[in-house]
C-alpha cells in the first residue's frame, strides 16, 4: 500500500493542495461520464476516454447514426456512387466535423445491446 500523500496517478508524491485539485478533477471526469454512459448508452465509454469523447460527446447521436459510414470513411475523399454522394450531402456538416476525429471515433465501441440484427 502507497505511503500517504503519494498519488498512484501521477507516480509521485503530492502536496495536499494538489491532492484536493485532483480529487476535484476526478469527480468531475467520473460524473460526466456517469452523464454520458446514462444518455449515450449506445457507446461503451471508458475513462480513458474521457478526453477524446469529450470533443465529441455534442454530437454523440448523430455520430452513432452514421457510424457504419464513418468507419469506412477517409479524410478528403468523395463518395464514388451516386447514393452514397447523397448521403454525404446530407450528413456534409458532421462528417466535416468529425474528420479531425476520426482515428478516435472508429475506435469507440458500440454497446452490443443496440446492434440490430
Known sequence: MPSKGFNTTYQRYITPEEAVIFKREDVLKRN????WKKHYSFFII?????EHFNKVSRHARKIYQIKAYLDNHKKGR????????EFYNKHYK??????????YIKTIKINPEYISA
Open 32 to 35: 460526466k461520464i456517469k452523464y
Open 46 to 50: 471508458e475513462k480513458d476516454d474521457y
Open 78 to 85: 468523395l463518395p464514388k456512387t451516386d447514393e452514397q454522394m
Open 94 to 103: 458532421l462528417i466535416k466535423f468529425c474528420e479531425p476525429h476520426l482515428h
